[in-house]
């Protein structure tokens, strides 16, 4: 296990690296931030004013050896909009990231299994016809417009929820359903078509055999083995959700780390494009890694070594 | 006996529902929803759409203000300002005035305001708005101080509505996020809930009906409109034309926002027919009421009639297409290459439904004989373009532009735009030039007619642009509440002016 986890922590930290490079050069190719953060009107002065003050003026080169002095001790450089250290700015808006991927992956997985569990045990049914168009509808409609149209129907028309915010329980409850629509949609497929792959399988066939009754079959039997795709793509599904969940985020005023990554993207606020990469994709490498050790327990055949 | 579904659901119901109407603003508190979450709301930013809503006379005051109807100038922390000469004016400080932190409120904080404001150690940006100039705050006495502008400045009195008047302990490396100043509300907290302000009982002015508000951001304007519907937040800004569907809560008004098409003077259009066949041939009023709000108001300058310099005389340039026609066809039988592709581009985010807006026009055009093709920019490629110095490469292009000026002159125009100096200017006309020279120096009659002059060869002689609408933003206002916006609320929005609905 430890040589395991090294192995794949030296691969990931060079992969980190190569990225954080290239956000590094790619984002000094957008434009410089004198002019975004600066009104339309501030004189030529006052632009290179800035570009000096944040150290802007220097060659690329000088500022790609101060950032990897930077770092090796963690130091990502200030915030140019919020005159804070980025790194504190992405770990305090990354928990709440976290939480929404947490709950939303929870939900679409519970969903998605029993779903998909169901619609297998009797392919081509009514309930399967149903699961099945639902899921694929799910699973192609877009983010933005489920939220709002979300808003509309339940905040607004029915009242049932909050429209948005963060402050209590019922805020979460559309935000959670938004961003686990497309990963339910797509995992009861998943679950369904490896249920009906398990189903056919020679020892379900004999616990059919000695009698042991369709609920018993699916969850005690068939499901412990139906679901190493459906963790594979569960896990696919959560990387996204982090990284995916910039638009519900900024419309639902949810202060994570896609909400943050756009608000300095926009501005060009290079240290938190850094840190917010880089602290996204370790959360993506323990994730994985995550995802590696739930294998070797749902299947005792698989080592993680 | 109920099953457990129906226990579980009833509980989950109960739980959302006592959860959601939470939310709901109460009492003497109001909810305030913006679009974009700012990045510092300091004093010295009070210029700065999306600062300026939440700080500006709010938390920190100016010395003086603009009134929002006919840009007169108006007392606030300052109540009498005097030309000493020589660049030099005398400020009067009003009395009885004290900071949200106990400080007084007297001649050195306004000289330590000052001397922040123009520090190269933190990036004030209200000092774009007095670029190029040089003030000098000295104290005279407790409530008097001269503040000396070099190159000396006619525009003084408006100049002391752009400074903010910060606590003295205020930062001087640092944007503040947490803002001190002498306004009728105090700042209490921003985090993930929005910023949160409360009621200065001790403010020297009249008392606020409003006690606590809290600005939540969001960027949708759907939701904005949302919020306000269901009681969560009591005004909403920014809502797009689709979402403004609710007459009694939507109100619209001019925010001092006006849009152009910015002529690049390239073949085809360096020539004068081409420029004048561009304006014939865009129907501006086939535009209100569909893609645009219906009460956007068709331009003739780049200046709203209520800024000094305006010139009423100009008329909105006719919709005839025959014309427009023909004068194409002029310009192509002299040698004008009127088949060449004309870039018009956009800007993303300038203002709702902007594609829309320039895929109309570019249909207009295409109808007289033009070749344009529509191209949308993300901010930083588009402010390439805009501004000096400009790319060397420059083809035929024509420009989206938006430009505000609530300062109550066209002196924040002119040079800018129109002088063969001005940083965005396309112009390089000795005429103009002299014209806005002269008029910079000017007061009273002689100004505003010199600035009249000015517009008037612009629009009549050279057509530097295709000018657009004075544009309005629609702002939602729920029952508890009653405000009227007014054409600075984008720019200065007063928690005070908001009554409580009885």
């Known amino acids: 296990m430890g040589i395991y986890l090294s192995k794949r922590a ?12 290239m956000v590094f050069f790619m984002a000094r190719l957008t434009g410089s931030p004198a002019d975004l953060y600066l009104p339309i009107d501030a004189p ?38 919020q005159g804070r250290p980025a790194l504190a700015l992405v770990l305090e808006a990354m928990p709440t990231t976290l939480l929404l991927a947490l709950w939303s992956i929870t939900a679409a997985l519970m969903i998605a299994i029993v779903t998909g569990a169901l619609a297998a045990w009797r392919p081509n049914s009514v309930f399967d016809r149903i699961a099945t168009l639902l899921s694929l509808i799910g699973a192609s409609l877009p983010n933005f417009w489920i939220a709002i149209v979300g808003v509309l129907v339940f905040a607004v028309g029915l009242r049932l929820v909050p429209t948005s915010g963060t402050g209590s329980v019922s805020q979460w409850i559309l935000p959670v359903a938004v961003l686990a629509i497309r990963p339910c949609g797509l995992l009861v497929q998943v679950a369904r078509s490896s249920m009906i792959s398990v189903l056919s399988s020679a020892y379900v066939k004999t616990a059919r055999a000695k009698g042991a009754r369709g609920r018993r079959i699916i969850f005690v039997h068939a499901l412990r083995n139906a679901m190493l795709p459906v963790v594979t793509v569960a896990g696919d599904q959560a990387a996204g959700i982090i990284n995916g969940a910039v638009i519900v985020e900024t419309i639902f005023g949810f202060p994570g780390i896609g909400k943050l990554m756009i608000d300095s993207i926009t501005y060009r606020d290079f240290a938190v494009i850094q840190a917010g990469v880089m602290v996204t994709a370790i959360a993506i490498f323990m994730l994985n890694v995550g995802i590696d050790i739930v294998y070797a327990v749902l299947d005792p055949r698989i080592r993680v070594n | 006996m109920p099953n457990r579904s129906h226990i579980l659901g009833g509980a989950l119901f109960a739980l959302v529902a006592t959860a959601s109407s939470l939310a709901v603003a109460q009492g003497a508190d109001v909810k305030i929803a913006v679009p974009v979450e700012p990045a510092n709301i300091d004093g010295c930013n009070t210029t700065v759409n999306g600062i300026n809503t939440i700080v500006k006379e709010n938390i920190v005051e100016t010395l003086t203000v603009l009134d929002p109807n006919d840009s007169k100038v108006l007392p606030r922390l300052a ?23 106990g400080k007084p409120f007297n001649a ?14 933190v990036t004030c940006l209200d000092r774009t708005k007095i670029a190029n100039v040089k003030l000098t705050a000295t104290a005279v006495d407790e409530k008097t101080v001269d503040i000396h502008a070099d190159p000396a400045q006619v525009l003084m009195p408006v100049f002391l509505s752009f400074m903010g008047i910060v606590g003295p302990d205020t930062s001087t490396t640092e944007l503040s996020r947490a803002p001190v100043g002498t306004g009728p509300f105090q700042f209490v907290s921003w985090d ?7 009621r200065n009982d001790k403010y020297w002015g009249k008392k606020p009906e409003v006690e606590n508000a809290t600005y939540v951001f969001r960027g949708e304007s759907a939701l904005r409109a949302a919020m306000v519907k269901t009681g969560e937040a009591d005004i909403a800004f920014a809502i797009a034309p689709q979402d403004a569907d609710d007459p009694k809560m939507d109100k619209s008004f001019l925010n001092g926002e006006t849009t152009r098409i910015r ?7 360096d020539d004068i027919r081409i420029r004048q066949a561009l304006n014939l041939g865009f129907d501006r009023q086939a535009l209100v009421g569909t893609v645009l709000s219906d009460k956007v108001v068709p331009a003739t300058q780049f200046i709203l009639p209520k800024i000094n310099g305006y010139n009423p005389d100009l008329k909105v340039w006719p919709f005839d297409v025959d014309k427009a026609a023909a004068l194409v066809a002029e310009a192509k039988a002299a040698g004008v290459p009127v088949d060449k592709e004309i870039r018009l581009v956009g800007r993303t985010n300038f203002f709702p439904n902007e594609p829309e807006v320039l895929e109309a026009i570019q249909q207009m055009w295409q109808a007289i004989g033009l070749n344009v093709k529509v191209e949308m920019m993300e901010s930083a490629e588009w402010l390439k373009l805009v501004n000096k110095p400009y790319p060397a490469d420059r083809s035929a292009m024509m420009i989206q532009e938006m430009h505000d000026n609530n300062n109550g002159d066209a002196a924040f125009t002119m040079y800018f735009r129109y002088h063969s100096k001005g940083q965005q200017s396309e112009m390089n006309n000795s005429a103009v030039d002299s014209l806005i020279d002269k008029a910079m120096s000017e007061t009273g009659e002689h100004r505003t007619k010199d600035f009249q002059e000015a517009n008037r060869i612009i629009a009549d002689e050279i057509i530097p642009a295709v000018p657009q609408y004075h544009m309005v933003s629609q702002m939602r206002v729920g029952p508890r509440v009653n405000y009227e916006p007014n054409g600075l609320s984008t720019v200065q929005f007063e928690l005070s002016d908001i009554a409580l609905s009885k």
Do not use: C
């Open chain 1, 44 to 81: 030529t002065s006052m632009r290179e004013e800035f570009s000096r003050l944040h150290g802007f003026d220097q060659p690329v080169y000088v500022q790609f050896f101060d950032f990897l002095r930077g770092l090796v001790t963690l130091d990502f450089g200030q915030s140019l909009r």
């Open chain 2, 108 to 121: 050195d904080a306004v000289v330590k305001a000052i001397t922040r404001m123009q520090s190269t150690g």
């Open chain 1, 10 to 21: 030296i691969w990931s930290g060079l992969s980190l690296f190569l990225l954080v490079v």
């Open chain 2, 263 to 269: 002529l690049i003077m390239q073949p085809p259009l």
């Open chain 2, 79 to 101: 109540t009498k300002w005097d030309d000493q000469g020589n660049g030099t004016w005398r400020i009067s400080l009003r009395e009885g005035v004290t900071f949200h932190d």
């Open chain 2, 192 to 198: 993930g809930d929005g910023v949160k302000l409360k």
